[in-house]
Nanobody
Framework: QLQASGGGLVQPGGSLRLSCADS????????MGWYRQAPGKQRELVATILSDGSTDYGDSVRDRFTISRVNINNTVYLQMDSLKPGDTSVYYC?????????WGQGTLVTVSA
């Protein structure tokens, strides 16, 4: 029910926007967002957002990434600017609702010259 899109290849310093759609509007009152996992590393927080607009960011992306949410269609967007090679990862759409975590499929972001 969490459908991610928008990954791809981008040069360092470039931008990408990821989208995560809650197709069943199941998580309209929950926390939604993104985690990422690079090869050989643990999954880490990128950013999450509540329905009231409150946000939380991982330290490594703060001030470069912006998360937003459109409540009408319950879609979350991640605007990623000033991308670095270290941002290369599989990005996973995430939702937390009623004490349960939900994960969408990952989308690969590759930052390389």
């Amino acid at each position: 029910q969490l459908q991610a899109s928008g990954g791809g290849l981008v040069q360092p310093g470039g931008s990408l926007r990821l989208s995560c759609a809650d197709s069943g509007s199941r998580f309209s009152l929950g926390r939604m967002g993104w985690y990422r996992q690079a090869p050989g590393k643990q999954r880490e927080l990128v950013a999450t957002i509540l329905s009231d607009g409150s946000t939380d960011y991982g330290d490594s992306v703060r001030d470069r990434f912006t998360i937003s949410r459109v409540n009408i269609n319950n879609t979350v967007y991640l605007q990623m600017d000033s991308l670095k090679p270290g941002d290369t990862s599989v990005y996973y759409c995430y939702a937390y609702y009623r004490r349960r975590e939900y994960w969408g499929q990952g989308t690969l972001v590759t930052v390389s010259a």
